[in-house]
């Protein structure tokens, strides 16, 4: 018999060497994790050191992994709750406490998590969750009536992005928003289309000079425009004046007069 030599907190290999001097050999055991002893170290033999063991046999040696650490896994980002709590699991971690906030990512989605993807951590430690309950429901304001861009500007700061359509209209000033949609309530970031007002629908008098009756009213027409004809007799039935002149913007449905002679 002899006496085991210490060879904790050496290495795998320093070990094996120091066990080869005095005659003795190294039988390794299944490695395990530990707080304490550093990876590659060993952390535990048998005999324990000074005790007694056959000459040319074997110590035992069990060989440290470190400490046991677990990462959080970058997949749970953007997984469901359920999904998240499986990974979590599945890796010796567990789901902590789990709180909501509105987001443009699906009702359950994992917005982050706390502690943050590729933290290490040591088994069964939880890791709280913040879970997507969807976009935020916002009253949209009521801008009808108001100029485009105090519109634009008052729907952009409660949360809401916009697009403008024209159309023309009678009563309502150019510029001024005619009509919105949606009304009522939306999810924030949604899009308000706004229906400008590009004012009355204005038509410009053509050049009829010199024109047949029926070519000038047939042109007039087709502007939407009436016609309202004053005969000077024993002429040959062609324009000789108009009013309002050529050139002058007028609404649809105004009446010209046309001097025919």
């Known amino acids: 018999f002899t006496r085991a030599p210490a060879v904790l907190a050496l290495t795998q290999a320093d070990a094996t060497a120091r066990l080869r001097a005095v005659g003795l050999g190294a039988a390794l055991q299944p490695e395990r994790f530990d707080e304490t002893i550093p990876a590659g170290q060993v952390l535990a033999q048998a005999p324990d050191p000074g005790g007694r063991v056959r000459k040319g046999s074997a110590v035992a040696l069990v060989v440290s992994r470190g400490p046991d650490r677990r990462v959080v896994p970058a997949s749970v980002v953007g997984a469901t709750q359920q999904a998240a709590t499986s990974a979590l699991t599945d890796l010796g971690l567990r789901a902590g406490a789990v709180t909501q906030e509105f987001a443009a990512a699906a009702v359950g989605t994992v917005l982050r998590t706390?502690?943050?993807?590729?933290?290490?951590?040591?088994?069964?430690?939880?890791?709280?969750?913040?879970?997507?309950?969807?976009?935020?429901?916002?009253?949209?304001?009521?801008?009808?009536?108001?100029?485009?861009?105090?519109?634009?500007?008052?729907?952009?700061?409660?949360?809401?992005?916009?697009?403008?359509?024209?159309?023309?209209?009678?009563?309502?000033?150019?510029?001024?928003?005619?009509?919105?949609?949606?009304?009522?309530?939306?999810?924030?970031?949604?899009?308000?289309?706004?229906?400008?007002?590009?004012?009355?629908?204005?038509?410009?008098?053509?050049?009829?000079?010199?024109?047949?009756?029926?070519?000038?009213?047939?042109?007039?027409?087709?502007?939407g425009l009436t016609t309202q004809v004053i005969l000077l007799p024993a002429g040959p039935g062609t324009v000789r004046r108009i009013d309002p002149g050529a050139g002058t913007r007028v609404r649809k449905g105004t009446s010209v007069t046309l001097f025919v002679f």
């Open 114 to 223: 706390d502690p943050t993807p590729g933290t290490s951590l040591r088994p069964d430690t939880a890791v709280a969750l913040v879970v997507s309950k969807g976009v935020e429901p916002l009253p949209i304001p009521d801008v009808r009536k108001r100029p485009q861009a105090q519109a634009q500007a008052q729907l952009q700061a409660a949360g809401f992005s916009t697009t403008v359509q024209q159309a023309f209209d009678e009563q309502v000033p150019a510029g001024t928003v005619l009509d919105q949609s949606p009304q009522g309530i939306a999810g924030r970031g949604a899009t308000v289309t706004l229906t400008v007002s590009k004012g009355p629908d204005l038509q410009v008098v053509p050049q009829l000079l010199n024109t047949s009756r029926t070519d000038a009213e047939a042109q007039l027409s087709a502007l």
